[in-house]
């Protein structure tokens, strides 16, 4: 109604408050964003240069003409052993990577076993003496299994020779963090990485070596600052906005579930104290921590994943808005040969009293760590199939990881839910809050695995650095599609494309058998 001087209805309080808190909102949110946006003073440092058009061009060019192969790299491998070996997870990318470096110092193929879920398919073993190598499909989540891959009878040439386990294998489920969804990693990562350690010890091998993650480190991000914080003199970025990646945290007691950022690095611990722990005389251990992430092949996750999508990101976590983040990365080639450098120490009678066993070491690419921003310039300006980059804001996403979360939960707390409810598909699944704290710059620390044995170190250096790595990935990319510019890309499985074509094995399984 009109008051008494007819200037119009009185204002709705209620209206007025909900204005009010939303602007509120929407300049917290703003405010959250920019921070998540900004790349700290001491970040900088870590990284102080950036690749230019020339420097790709260059280095594509120099790659082309004399690409990287293990043959160009033997010198850096470390010399042969009078030993077998087994390399659970040798299909994949350090797996591959380890088996082709044993080739190449001589190992004959008898010498070698693979032990995985699926046959090699990496065009890099499907030619020449890798062709030759025992392939044994295997289950490490079962006991049985695994005892019979491993207790195999060898070739009389290498039957009696001393053995070597490299243990690569796992699944990776980059985003679960409730202990609802745990059980798939701690299936493979966790039991599967016992068994290993067990059939390992039945078959007499005397050397262990297994593949954890520097991730393992990381802790959960901060998401959502308290507002009071945000318009401080000195605002700051989210608590774990950057993080170092080191062995530290080993060396203290296993932090609870909830430290972990994911599910995947929680179970990846246990598997690594698991390792550690059974080092002894007669079987000496110890475990290399890739800085993530690990590339090197089509079907990696890094730049494999991204090549395969022209746009970039439609339906994956992290996209446009990490450009400005700085992390380091490591080739699986550089990954294999820290693997054979521990193998080296390790394989000398009294080794498990020595500091480099029973304990792991982070290994990084042999430069500073790179801005996501350099990987994305480098895709742009190399590859013969489109890439490019679609915009997004960090706060955005982060607000509709949430009800995905929820929606992946209730189908996990519910069951009968799936009766009516689909599954999310593809990526869209792994957009989880718990992705984030892996989409924040992560400086890591080579130092421990890079010093001199006789000082305790691997005596480690990298055969590539990531400028090398990614474009010499980039050369192989664009050979295998040379007249695909504006068709598909081919289909790679990748590590969490596996995970996931696995986990779905599994639940079909579980539905026929009632399990």
């Given at each position: 109604m009109l008051d008494q001087r007819g200037t119009g209805p009185d204002p709705d309080p209620a209206v007025a408050i909900a204005v009010a808190v939303a602007v509120l909102v929407a300049l917290y949110l703003v405010r959250l964003n920019q921070l998540?946006?900004?790349?700290?003073?001491?970040?900088?440092?870590?990284?102080?240069?950036r690749w230019t058009d020339k420097l790709l061009r260059d280095t594509y060019a120099r790659l082309e003409a004399h690409p990287v192969t293990t043959k160009s790299y033997a010198a850096r491998i470390p010399p042969k052993l009078e030993r077998r070996y087994i390399v659970t997870g040798g299909s994949g990318l350090v797996g591959g990577f380890i088996v082709l470096q044993l080739l190449e110092r001589g190992q004959p193929p008898e010498s070698i076993r693979v032990v995985d879920f699926r046959a090699p398919d990496r065009a890099d073993m499907l030619r020449g003496p890798a062709t030759r190598v025992d392939f044994v499909r295997t289950d490490?989540?079962?006991?049985?299994?695994?005892?019979?891959?491993?207790?195999?009878?060898?070739?009389?040439?290498?039957?009696?020779?001393?053995?070597?386990v490299f243990h690569t294998a796992a699944v990776i489920v980059p985003s679960d963090r409730s202990r609802l969804l745990s059980g798939f990693c701690e299936a493979v990562n966790v039991r599967g990485t016992r068994n290993v350690v067990e059939a390992a010890r039945r078959a007499g091998a005397d050397v262990l070596v297994s593949t954890t993650s520097a991730s393992i480190s990381i802790r959960p991000v901060e998401l959502w600052v308290p507002p009071w914080r945000l318009w401080s003199t000195r605002a700051s970025p989210p608590r774990g906005y950057w993080q170092v990646q080191d062995e530290r945290d080993f060396f203290e007691p296993l932090r609870e579930h909830a430290a972990f950022y994911a599910n995947y690095p929680a179970s990846k611990a246990e598997a690594e104290r698991t390792v550690c722990a059974a080092n002894?005389?007669?079987?000496?251990?110890?475990?290399?921590?890739?800085?993530?992430?690990?590339?090197?092949?089509p079907t990696d996750n890094t730049v494999g994943g991204a090549l395969a999508w022209r746009l970039y990101p439609t339906r994956r976590p992290c996209g446009r808005w990490t450009s400005h983040i700085v992390q380091n990365f490591v080739h699986g080639i550089n990954v294999a040969i820290a693997h054979l450098d521990f193998e080296a120490i390790l394989a000398a009678t009294g080794s498990e009293s020595r500091p480099q066993a029973g304990r792991p070491f982070v290994v990084t690419d042999p430069n500073p760590p790179i801005r996501y921003g350099d990987l994305y310039r480098l895709l742009r300006t190399l590859s013969v199939t489109r890439f490019r980059v679609?915009?997004?804001?960090?706060?955005?996403?982060?607000?509709?990881?949430?009800?995905?979360?929820?929606?992946t939960l209730a189908l996990a707390r519910w069951p009968a839910l799936r009766r009516v409810l689909p599954r999310l598909p593809g990526n869209v699944k792994h957009l989880q809050p718990g992705i984030f704290s892996i989409c924040t710059h992560l400086v890591a620390s080579n130092d421990a695995a890079g010093r001199p044995v006789a000082q305790g170190g691997l005596g480690y250096t990298g055969v590539l650095t990531t400028l090398e790595g990614m474009t010499q990935e980039v050369v192989e990319w664009n050979r295998d599609h040379r007249d695909a510019k504006e068709g598909p890309p081919r289909s790679y499985k990748t590590s969490v494309s596996l995970a996931d074509d696995i986990a779905r094995a599994a639940a079909v399984m579980e539905s026929v058998t009632g399990g």
């Open positions: 998540f946006l900004s790349t700290p003073d001491e970040v900088k440092k870590a990284a102080p240069t490490i989540s079962s006991a049985e299994a695994t005892a019979k891959a491993f207790s195999k009878p060898w070739h009389p040439s290498v039957a009696g020779l001393p053995l070597t002894s005389a007669a079987l000496r251990t110890g475990c290399i921590r890739p800085a993530n992430g690990v590339y090197g092949n679609l915009p997004l804001q960090p706060v955005l996403m982060i607000l509709l990881s949430y009800p995905i979360e929820w929606y």
